[in-house]
């Protein structure tokens, strides 16, 4: 089969940007109010307007000085607990950039009190600001989207004209990247005056320049055209040519004028190519939007092949083959469910006929526990990319498969780790990162039990799985703890600290029971939880014989019996 | 002012309110004419009626605007297998907008049944104005007996219009498809400067029910009105509407400032054009998204054939309907130096369609687009000369042109799904079978596999379970590309396919219902049918009720182990009045539908075998909750 045809729609989205009134709207506010605020230097005011009952403006202007030489030694950039929501669980910090930051801190309590009213409101939300505006508007946007919810009926969008680059986040694995449309001028130095090779004379000395990330989507501009990216390293290559390109004097984008013209153009019959370069549909797209906005793709060293085969991935993952892949993981979970049957019609749990036993059936249990092992840290490390907040939304919709998919495939993996005799302290010495996550989020997303719950959980006992996943590490170390008392080798420390252990599992395991929380077939015959009861009453029998606890009693009553 | 001479067909020219503009049809020379002609069918071949017939409805749709208020009028010309009837304009405002922006509505789905998607259930929108006037004309009856007759006399109607007859046009004929029987000559329409009818769905249901070839669109390049319902009603449209409406002062005048009407025409038609443009070049840009949030687009999309008319006598026919779109916007750019006249030939083209076409279809110097989309050269100086001579005469830029190749590439992407999923069939065949020998066996055990299913203890139930699974897989993709558009249109009305979904349908649904209510997942989460019901058994009901015409629910034989369930958890007994009253009725009617299905044999007799829950249960109920005879029929079937 024909690989599909592939496309670039920079141009066609750019276009669709500048048709709609929303780019004007936006820049509408902005020059009336620059020119109203000329007392400081760099200072930033937000301005809130309903022009209709369905759409309000923010406008954050800064002044003309602040437009003009935005950031002296402005570059610097300085961690943010404020921002520390932008942080994905996978890294640790954010870093803005000081300038934007301190105008932003500078506005605070005003800010939060428009958030709050802003939250409130329905309908279209649009955020914009020039230069360094932009920059604290971006700011504002950011918190607001990390304080709206779901049930939220505001739609925002921010955008900025001709602002510099923000921070060291990027947004590629979020939602939020759709909110944010950036529109820079080639002519415009600002936009790339952080970035290393910019021969801008205020900002040559710093070092730390090179981490800055663009975000969201940039509207890149010439007097010719204009194209749409959000591809973080695209969009740093060309800022760093234009800022490059442009002349070492400052000059001011009139935004408005140059918004005139590409609407003009947007509809004015393009040009035609005098002859076909690339025989393709994606490379003559890529070449000629990338000529329109200024960039010469041959003297940048774009690597066109590159970025179509990028596309060509993105293309690939698609909602059709999702649903075909979820249905793969069911059909494995469906197999292991089956062996776990075939276990309880043989009377011995699957833990231990995993952990005792060898044949092919096994084998075939193993292919589709590594199945499920791969597709789901695929998804704990997807909620992991993103934003904090955004990736516990994103993890809800299947946090219970997943639960489920941990309590019935650990047990495996503990039973493979204690297999030789070999193993010691799994949980802390190799239970797997995605597991600890989703049993965090479980514990974080489940509400406390009522009595009903516990009611109808009795009665479905005999087929729900163990709750904690981790029952059978607890197990295995009970009875290394027995193992370990009764060893002549053994230190008295040892053997205290063994003791205990066995106490708090005894106890730990009684709770399981009355929160009907275990399945019954740890109770099963020959099973390791059984045996460990044997060596335990041994034990207990041979050397305290006086002691008892409430799992002691309930095991010699035979109280199990009733158990599920 | 007299514009349009009534009555005369032969003079129905329009006496044009404005001097000719400058002169710019260029005739192609002689031997290249000749050239061009081998190359190409004729138009009449390729759309199988005749130039005659074409250039008779092209001087009926002119000369039906002076009807004298009838809202139509008939035209059975001697010598020719058609009636042609001709429908009437208006330029009032308000049959073309009733309201802003955009003036739809959702189609009225009692008079036009199929005009909705099938398994996403949603009805097309239609122009308010246009479906307003239309019924309004449908009620006055002549329509409807005219008709009749012409039928009876064994004649092919031929609906036509020009400007706002062209929607009544294309509506009559969508109504008299939508009745018409299997053995009647269905209805033909050819319109000329049609303004848009209908959205997306519109176009697709017309499609999938295969009337699309009925449809041919002339459109001028420059003619303002098939791009009119792009733009948001607005000033410029009252402008233009009294510009062609003899009784308004304003008529054939000059539109003051002379450009601003076509740029805010252009501007709309722009951002819907390149919105879709964004979508057929598979745009992953999410900011695309939340645009749609900020950016009113019209509904409006074409369908049916189009027939492009360059101006200097060629003719470019494209059926695909998003290259339609492209076309419509990218063939009337302006450039700035001819910006004010191609202003004043929008309003000028709509005029002249008689007249053009009758030269165009003497020259028969036709492009099919369709076939060589995807290869469009995409330089003004590559690929097949005929073709790069239209589109470089249509003004088509290189990337107007890249939009047409997606446009075609979506179309084949859609068919290379179709094909996959085709590659699937043998797949699909061979699990049912599978399953079909699990149902057989389990009426040997006088239990029925739903029952065994749900208990899940032997090798044959999990292998169930397995090909349920991998069944599952195979048509949540189809789901997920239809709910995408990522199939062909037609999709949804292949006998094959709506045949096998209902194979599937019956024999897997129940184990999916077992799964459900194995699992409790009824305590948690609600109902099988309000809350667990996958997508796919709703698609294949949805393509089997929309083929059997049937409305929406009337195929639930599928469900039915669900409804035992529910009924099965209602207490009996408990003098819970209203609560035990619906749940009389509604056992029943279960009783009474059951069956039907059985002697339909939409409905296995394994749910009536002995040990089955339904049966175990059934033979639990009061005899207040059976009546006769179903009681004693259901018996019959229990033991027979």
Redesign the interface.
């Known amino acids: 089969m024909s690989q599909a045809p592939l496309f670039s729609s920079a141009g066609e989205l750019a276009n669709l940007v500048v048709n709609s009134n929303l780019i004007d709207v936006a820049w509408a506010n902005i020059p009336e109010i620059q020119i109203g605020q000329a007392a400081f230097p760099c200072s930033v005011e937000p301005m809130d307007y309903s022009p209709t009952p369905n759409r309000t403006i923010v406008v954050f202007a800064s002044s003309p000085n602040g437009t003009q030489y935005p950031l002296p030694e402005g570059g610097h950039l300085v961690q943010s607990s404020l921002f520390q929501f932008l942080s994905p669980n996978e890294c640790p910090s954010v870093s803005i950039n000081r300038a934007a930051l301190d105008l932003f801190t500078s506005l605070e309590s005003q800010l939060h009190g428009l958030k709050t009213k802003l939250i409130e409101r329905e309908g279209q939300l649009i955020i914009t600001g020039h230069s360094l505006g932009g920059s604290v508007a971006a700011l504002f946007t950011l918190c607001l989207l990390d304080s709206m919810d779901k049930k939220s009926k505001c739609r925002p969008i921010c955008i900025t004209f001709g602002s510099p680059l923000l921070g060291d986040f990027d947004l590629q694995h979020s939602q939020w990247n759709s909110f944010f449309l950036h529109v820079v001028s080639n002519k415009d130095p600002v936009p790339g005056l952080f970035l290393p090779s910019s021969r801008s004379p205020s900002t040559s000395s710093h070092s730390q320049t090179s981490v800055y990330k663009p975000f969201g989507t940039y509207l890149l501009c010439s007097e010719h055209g204009c194209a749409c990216f959000d591809d973080p390293d695209l969009i740093l290559k060309i800022l760093t040519v234009a800022s490059s390109e442009v002349s070492g004097e400052l000059q001011v984008v009139d935004y408005g004028e140059m918004l005139r013209n590409l609407k003009n153009k947007a509809i004015w019959k393009g040009p035609q190519l005098a002859g076909e370069r690339y025989g393709n549909s994606f490379s003559e797209g890529i070449v000629m939007e990338l000529e329109t906005i200024g960039i010469d793709t041959a003297k940048l060293n774009i690597d066109i092949n590159g970025m179509e085969r990028e596309a060509r991935s993105l293309t690939k993952k698609t909602k059709a083959s999702e649903a075909k892949k979820l249905n793969d993981i069911k059909k494995a979970m469906a197999n292991l469910e089956w062996y776990k049957k075939k276990a309880e019609d043989e009377k011995k749990s699957y833990y231990d006929c995993f952990r005792n036993e060898d044949k092919k059936r096994h084998v075939d249990a193993k292919n589709f526990m590594e199945e499920l092992t791969i597709y789901w840290e695929d998804m704990v490390a997807e909620a992991e990319r993103k934003p904090q907040k955004e990736g516990k939304s994103f993890r809800t919709g299947w946090l219970f498969a997943g639960t489920t998919y941990r309590r019935m495939v650990e047990p495996l993996d503990i039973a493979d780790f204690y297999q030789g005799g070999d193993g010691r302290d799994y949980i802390n010495s190799k239970r797997s990162q995605h597991y600890k996550l989703l049993e965090q989020w479980y514990k974080e997303a489940a509400k406390p039990p009522t009595r009903e719950d516990l009611d109808s959980k009795k009665k479905k006992v005999s087929i729900l799985l163990t709750e904690d996943s981790c029952f059978w590490a607890h197990v295995e170390e009970a009875i290394l703890s027995c193992q370990s008392l009764t060893n002549a080798t053994s230190t008295t420390k040892q053997r205290e600290s063994s003791w205990e252990n066995l106490v708090m599992f005894g106890e730990y395991v009684m709770e399981q029971i009355e929160n009907c929380a275990v399945s019954p077939e740890i109770f099963l015959n020959g099973s390791t939880f059984m045996k460990w009861w044997g060596e335990y009453k041994a034990y207990i029998h041979n050397f305290r014989n006086f002691y008892s606890s409430r799992l002691v009693e309930y095991m010699k009553r035979g109280s199990y019996n009733q158990y599920g | 002012m007299v514009v349009w001479l009534p009555g005369n067909p032969q003079t129905s020219h329009c006496s044009l309110p404005l001097p000719h503009p400058r002169n710019y049809k260029t005739s192609s020379s002689t031997r290249e004419k000749e050239r061009e002609r081998k190359m190409g069918e004729t138009v009449g071949n390729r759309i199988s009626l005749s130039e005659e017939i074409i250039n008779r409805a092209a001087s009926q749709a002119m000369r039906a605007h002076n009807s004298g208020g009838r809202p139509f009028i008939l035209d059975k010309p001697r010598g020719l297998s058609v009636a042609i009837f001709a429908f009437a304009g208006s330029w009032l405002p308000d049959d073309w907008f009733t309201h802003p922006p955009f003036g739809e509505t959702k189609m009225d789905t009692s008079t036009f049944p199929s005009l909705r998607s099938v398994g996403n259930d949603e009805v097309a929108v239609v122009n308010a104005s246009f479906l307003r006037r239309f019924k309004a004309i449908l009620d006055q009856l002549s329509l409807e007996k005219e008709v009749r007759k012409v039928v009876a006399d064994n004649k092919q109607v031929l609906f036509t219009g020009h400007s706002w007859g062209a929607a009544m046009a294309i509506l009559a004929t969508l109504y008299f498809l939508e009745k018409g029987g299997p053995n009647q000559n269905p209805p033909r329409c050819i319109t000329f400067g049609s303004p848009l009818v209908g959205d997306r769905i519109f176009g697709h249901a017309v499609r999938r029910e295969k009337w699309s070839d009925r449809f041919i669109h002339f459109v001028m390049r420059f003619d303002i009105i098939p791009r009119i319902m792009l733009c948001p009603a607005s000033i410029e449209h009252q402008q233009i509407l009294n510009y062609f409406n003899p009784r308004s002062e304003f008529y054939g005048k000059l539109i003051d400032p002379h450009l601003a009407f076509y740029?805010k025409v252009?501007?709309s038609a722009?951002?819907v054009a390149?919105?879709d443009?964004?979508n057929?070049?598979?745009?992953?840009?999410?900011?695309?998204?939340?645009?749609r949030?900020?950016?009113d687009l019209s509904p409006y999309r074409p369908f049916g054939t189009f027939i492009f008319c360059t101006g200097n006598g060629k003719l470019v026919v494209v059926k695909n309907p998003d290259a339609a779109l492209q076309m419509l916007f990218y063939t009337a750019?302006?450039?700035?130096e001819e910006a004010a006249e191609i202003a004043q030939r929008s309003l000028y083209e709509h005029l002249v369609y008689d007249n053009e076409l009758q030269e165009s279809l003497g020259m028969q110097n036709v492009v099919y687009l369709d076939d060589s989309l995807?290869e469009l050269?995409?330089?003004?100086?590559?690929g097949p000369a005929i073709v790069n001579t239209v589109l470089?005469d249509l003004?088509l830029?290189?990337?107007?042109r890249?939009?047409l190749?997606?446009a075609g590439?979506l179309e084949?992407?859609r068919l290379?799904n179709q094909a996959k999923i085709d590659d699937n069939k043998q797949k699909i065949k061979e699990e049912l079978s599978k399953l079909r020998g699990y149902q057989e066996k389990g009426e040997t055990l006088e239990l029925g596999y739903y029952d065994a299913f749900k208990s899940?203890e032997e090798k044959a139930d999990?292998d169930a379970?397995?090909s349920r699974?991998?069944l599952?897989?195979?048509w949540?993709?189809?789901?997920?590309?239809l709910?995408?558009s990522?199939l062909p249109d037609e999709f949804e009305n292949r006998e094959e396919l709506i045949e096998l979904g209902t194979l599937y349908r019956r024999l897997v649904e129940p184990l999916d219902i077992a799964n459900y209510y194995r699992?409790?997942k009824n305590?948690d989460t609600g109902t099988y049918m309000t809350r667990g019901r996958p997508k796919r058994y709703r698609y294949a009901q949805r393509w089997l009720e929309h083929a059997e015409k049937k409305p929406s629910g009337w195929r639930s034989e599928s469900c039915f182990w669900a409804e035992v369930e529910e009924l099965c958890s209602i207490k009996t007994g408990c003098n819970n009045g209203p609560l035990q009253d619906t749940k009389k009725q509604k056992i029943q009617q279960l009783q009474k539908r059951l069956i039907e299905w059985i002697q339909d044999g939409c409905l296995g007799k394994d749910v009536v075998l002995e040990g089955s829950t339904f049966v175990k249960w059934w033979k639990t109920l009061p005899s207040e909750y059976r009546s006769e005879p179903e009681s004693s029929m259901i018996a019959n079937l229990i033991h027979g």
Do not use: K, W, Y
């Open positions: 740029l252009m501007r722009a951002s390149t919105h443009a964004c057929l070049m598979g745009c992953t840009n999410p900011l695309l998204e939340n645009l949030n900020f950016v750019q302006l450039s700035q995807e050269p995409l330089s003004s100086d590559s470089n003004g830029s290189t990337e107007a890249l939009c190749r997606a590439g084949n992407r290379r899940q999990f379970n397995v699974l991998v599952a897989g195979i949540d993709e189809v789901i997920e590309m709910r995408r990522e699992n409790l305590e």
